[in-house]
Each structure stands twice: as C-alpha cells, then as structure tokens.
C-alpha cells in the first residue's frame, strides 16, 4: 500500500496515456483521448455523413392457422334397466362387444363406456373441442374424458352410458404451427462516433440500412462484421450479445 505505481496504455485510435498513482485499494480509471485524426473527422465539413441509421434482421416467428374443423358422430352401445352386478357384469344380459361394462354413478344399473379417438394428423392440433349427446336418452350419460394428447394431434373422449345407446357428436377446430420468418427494425444508439446495438436471441441476417452522403444503402454485417464506413466489434454470449461500430476516418454522423 502507498508504493508508487506507473501504468502505461497506448492504442491506436486514441492518444497515449501514462498514469503515475500509488497502490491503494480503489478502482482505476483510464480515461484516454480519441487520436488527432479521430477528433478531426468530426468537425470536418467534407466528411461523408452518416445518418438514419437503422438496424433490421430476421427471426423465427410461429403463427398458429387454422386448417379446417371436424364433424364425427359415435355410439356408445347399451340396454338400459339391466341391474349392475359388479362381480359378473358380462353375463348380466347381453354382452357389450368392444365396450368396456361399469355401473351407474349410483351404482344400480350396468353400464357402457363408449371411447372415440381421433387423429389430426401430422403437424396439426385440435382445439376448441365440442362434445353434445344427439341422440338417445341423453341425461343417463356422462362425459369422463374430453381432451387430447399433450401435442394436441390425438384427441380422445370417453362417455359413460346407463342406459339404452345414445349417439354423441364430436366437433373441433384443426390448427396447424407455422413457422416464418419475420423482418424486424430497430434504432441503434448513437454516443460520440461510435453506434451500438444488441440482437435478440435467434436473430439472423443482420444488417444496417443508412443515408451515406443522402443515398440509402443496405449493409449486411456477415460474419466477420465488415462495414465500408465503420469498424464493428461484438461481445458477450449468444443470448445477450452487445455490437459496437466506430465510424472510420473520413465519416461523420
């Protein structure tokens, strides 16, 4: 603590700076000049301008469509008035092929669980489902499952009847995922001569629009950053990446 310190820096774009301090426990601070050349180009009058810059790039964006609906019927099969025996509801009259025998919600008559399942094919989800009895003795049912697979693509429902066969009606609204690509714009800050700006993550294709000497010209960044007009740098992580341009010699904002 209290020795003497010298720190020394040089860049090419600013002027050099020697610190001379003392060991100590605080946090320093080089504050270095832009070069003679830099300064300059700013106030010369002959320099080109560079103005109404706007930053524009491509990103994924889904948009749910909706394909078309669907209409199906199906029939739960029972005979009502037939005693619920639990331990042999298969000989308790006629046997239900295909359908699975339960009780009433009381408990007293036998009855069917109808299952009707339906696929919306590759891509697509169902949505907006609608189930309705259309036929048959409607208030001795009761719908225990209504929903689809967790893509939304299989759609599933299951009735429960205890009485005689009733019809039910199956209808839904068929989406479909799209995915395109959106064009967006953004303004660039601005701060001495340098321009700054950050892209969202999965961006793509980024490039700068700008009046140079009243003529509009797109620029594309590419991978290397290269600008005709200003020196680009990037920094940071994929998900937050920051860019930094400083214009060259010989231009202005």
Excluded at 55 to 69: A, E, F, H, K, P
Excluded at 119 to 142: H, Q
Aim: neutral net charge.
């Amino acid at each position: 603590m209290g020795k003497p310190l010298a720190l020394s820096f040089r860049h090419s774009d600013y002027q050099p700076l020697n610190l001379n301090e003392t060991v100590a426990e605080k946090i320093y601070i080089a504050r270095m000049l832009p070069a003679a050349r830099a300064a300059s180009a700013e106030s010369n009058p002959n320099a080109t301008r560079v103005a109404n810059v706007l930053l524009r790039y491509t990103i994924n964006d889904t948009t749910i469509v909706n394909v078309g609906s669907v209409a199906k019927t199906f029939e739960v099969v029972n005979t009502g008035n037939i005693p619920c025996d639990r331990r042999s509801s298969s000989t308790a009259g006629v046997a239900l092929a295909g359908a699975e025998q339960r009780c009433s919600p009381d408990g007293k008559w036998r009855a069917a669980v109808g299952n009707f399942s339906l696929d919306a094919g590759e891509g697509n989800e169902f949505r907006d489902t609608r189930v309705s009895c259309i036929a048959g003795p409607c208030p001795f049912t009761r719908i225990e499952q209504n929903g689809s697979s967790q893509s939304g693509r299989i759609l599933h429902v299951s009735v429960l009847d205890w009485s005689d066969t009733v019809t039910f009606l199956v209808e839904a609204e068929v989406f479909q995922p799209m995915v395109s690509d959106v064009v967006r714009h953004s303004h660039p800050v601005v701060f001495g001569r340098v321009l700054s700006f950050t892209l969202p993550s999965g961006a793509e294709g980024p490039s700068l629009e700008a009046e140079i000497g009243g003529t509009r010209i797109v620029f594309p960044l590419g991978p290397k950053l290269t600008l005709s007009w200003a020196a680009c740098a990037a920094s940071g992580d994929g998900r937050n990446r920051s860019y930094h341009c400083e214009l060259k010699p010989g231009y202005r904002f």
